[in-house]
């Protein structure tokens, strides 16, 4: 029988020996084993055993299939998207559900240990709430963690691997970590002194929504990137919102696209006379993209070549 607990921030639970708000988890023995989510505060989901059956969404599995751990089934939205599926095949692999629907009997019957996605201690973050009560009490929902920056997500996940069985210290991993670090001074350096301001969007037909403030958007800019764009609301929704009669007054050099690629087609009139579109100094990113060291890299490389080939056009 799995155990769900919601403690207070930061209280430990004195048979559990925690020492702090992080990843945590009790020697496997008769009273199982607990895992304090890193993300969450005061989440803490207990098992008899170690989960090995699991279920996860896309987002999930495109962060652990690097540590190894493979899914009995998956669910939910991108699981066709290279972007952030990479080169991941799933073609193996049952699925219970997908966009924004689950097949909650069929989940059941393969009695996963786990279930695990983007949400909250609650459930996962498109389903309702009944739906929600529903897959909770087929398996513990784990939250697939959230930091305030692209580094401490990565951490954040790699608790999530470990806690499941993972070797977080194998030498992929530490060379995952090194190419980072390489791609971060590579970026660095390549934006230093251009004068380029870049702009993160997702463009769409009623608006131009903007990434200010989104842990992509922070990362660049602690490597020295200028950001432009609307700033994120108070609350609610993350995503500046642009009105595309106001695009042009944001002088962006160069644009990324979420999920943008070889066959992007978007277009409009006042998205085409943008300089940065007219200059075709394009790149993409991804705001649900996999929380690794590889898959930063990769961006962080492709993104410094696409400054270094790029001029002030603002």
């Known amino acids: 029988m799995n155990r769900r607990l919601i403690l207070p921030a930061c209280l430990a639970a004195t048979a559990l020996l925690l020492t702090s708000c992080s990843a945590a988890e009790t020697p496997e023995g008769a009273d199982g084993v607990t ?51 990479g080169d ?34 609650d459930g996962w973050s498109w389903f309702d709430e009944d739906v929600n009560a529903q897959v909770t009490r087929v398996a513990d929902f784990i939250p697939l963690p959230k930091g305030t920056s692209v580094d401490e997500s990565i951490a954040f996940v790699r608790e999530v691997a470990e806690f499941l069985g993972a070797d977080v210290s194998s030498d992929a991993i530490t ?77 962006a050099d160069v644009i990324l696209i979420e999920g943008y690629g070889d066959d992007y087609a978007f277009t409009t009139d006042l998205w085409d006379v943008l300089p940065a579109v007219k200059a075709d100094q394009l790149g993409a990113w991804g705001s649900k993209g996999a929380m690794t060291s590889s898959n930063y890299a990769a961006w962080l490389n492709d993104l410094t070549a696409l400054v270094t080939a790029s001029d002030k056009v603002s």
């Open 88 to 121: 991941i095949d799933t073609s193996g692999i049952d699925f219970v559900g997908k966009d924004g629907e689950i097949d909650v009997e069929k989940l059941a019957e393969l009695r996963p240990d786990a279930i695990i996605g983007q949400g909250t201690a």
């Open 35 to 85: 895992f304090a989510h890193p993300s969450i505060d005061g989440l803490e989901l207990s098992f008899d055993t170690r989960p090995a059956s699991l279920v996860m969404d896309c987002y999930a599995y495109s962060a652990l299939h690097e540590y190894g751990l493979e899914p009995d089934a998956l669910f939910g939205f991108d699981c066709e998207n290279p972007f952030v599926m």
């Open 175 to 251: 060379s995952s970590d090194d190419d980072l670090a390489e791609a971060k001074e590579s970026f660095r350096a390549a934006i230093d002194g251009t004068g380029l301001n870049v702009m993160l969007t997702s463009p769409s037909k009623e608006m131009l929504y903007t990434g200010v403030g989104l842990v992509q958007a922070d990362l660049l800019e602690e490597l020295g990137a200028t950001i432009v764009g609307a700033e994120p609301p108070a609350t609610g929704n993350p995503w500046g919102q642009i009105a595309w009669e106001d695009a042009s007054s944001y002088d």
